[in-house]
């Protein structure tokens, strides 16, 4: 049985504590939260720190789910004592930071859809793709924008915190430097520092195209999907409600709860060879947060009196 140490008992924690309940091998030995609000399992050991955590717990798996900036210390502190690590993207908002450490090596990035069906095959090895399109369309109201949510400094934007799992798994499928880059940010609402709407055009060195459409002000039902159109005509829709159907039925598709478990025993596993090729390792992360960077660094800016205006 392998022991659990969970870092960060709030809204993201939770969904890991209940994925981390039902894990055949797991159990979760300890929190470190100075104030979780999940639901803990009963007589479950609470740590305000999660350096007193590891040394008191020496667990096997870290599961950091907190805010950016504060995962990426835990993360690396926690692989620092010899665990496997799960980190909850986006980890931190500076590609800077992931500077290679040692460590490092053990740190995994919480993509749980990237473990969806067929998704492993096409990782494994990737068809000659010629552009990917990244579809995010949900709903997030003033409530979902509290605490460290409400400031870009502590949360990032759009592409940081939603559309984040089908643009680094498209990312992955494309690799290659970013020659140009063609974006529009709509800040219309107003009820944060992050915007409602991002859509953008990446143009790599290859000459293939990453077209990203992520809209978090959609009346419909939420959806979060990537298309990949293949050199040969044909096309793969990775599809879901969060990529979860991955290339299967999205009838079929599994729970959350069930990527996660088959997420979290992949970690265990990933010094085994060769890893899990649905496993991110944080070193890839690094790309991913350059190219966040480039759209909003050169994206247009479109403001509520603009809207007005015109």
Not at 61 to 79: E, F, M, S, T, Y
Not at 144 to 153: K, N, S
Not at 265 to 279: K, R
């Amino acid at each position: 049985m392998s022991r659990v140490l969970l870092v960060g008992a709030g809204e993201v924690g939770a969904k890991h504590l209940a994925a981390l309940t039902g894990a055949d091998g797991l159990t979760v030995a300890g929190v470190a939260d100075p104030c979780p609000r999940a639901a803990l399992p009963p007589d479950t050991p609470v740590f305000a720190s999660w350096r007193a955590a590891l040394t008191a717990l020496n667990p096997q798996l870290v599961v950091v789910a907190a805010p950016p900036g504060i995962a990426l210390v835990a993360a690396r502190d926690a692989a620092a004592t010899g665990a496997a690590v799960l980190v909850e993207k986006p980890t931190t908002l500076d590609p800077a930071d992931l500077v290679p450490q040692a460590g490092d090596e053990r740190v995994f990035v919480g993509f749980q859809p990237h473990f969806a069906p067929g998704l492993n095959m096409l990782l494994a090895q990737p068809p000659a793709i010629e552009r990917a399109e990244v579809v995010l369309a949900v709903r997030r109201d003033p409530g979902y924008f509290r605490d460290w949510r409400r400031t870009y400094a502590t949360a990032g934007g759009v592409l940081h915190q939603q559309a984040i799992h089908g643009l680094a798994l498209a990312l992955r499928l494309l690799p290659g430097t970013v020659e140009t880059v063609d974006a529009e940010v709509a800040h219309l609402r107003g009820l944060a520092e992050s915007e409602d709407r991002v859509t953008a055009d990446i143009t790599l060195a290859s000459g293939r195209t990453i077209h990203i459409d992520a809209y978090i002000d959609h009346p419909g039902p939420p959806r979060h999907e990537l298309l990949l159109r293949l050199a040969d005509g044909q096309h793969l829709s990775v599809r879901g409600r969060n990529l979860e159907a991955g290339l299967g039925e999205i009838a079929a598709a599994p729970t959350h709860e069930q990527l996660r478990r088959r997420m979290y025993a992949a970690v265990l596993d990933a010094a085994q060879e060769p890893a899990h090729p649905c496993l991110f390792p944080i070193s890839a992360l690094r790309r991913t947060l350059e190219v966040i960077d480039r759209v909003y660094r050169d994206a247009r800016r479109i403001r509520a009196a603009d809207a007005v205006a015109a």
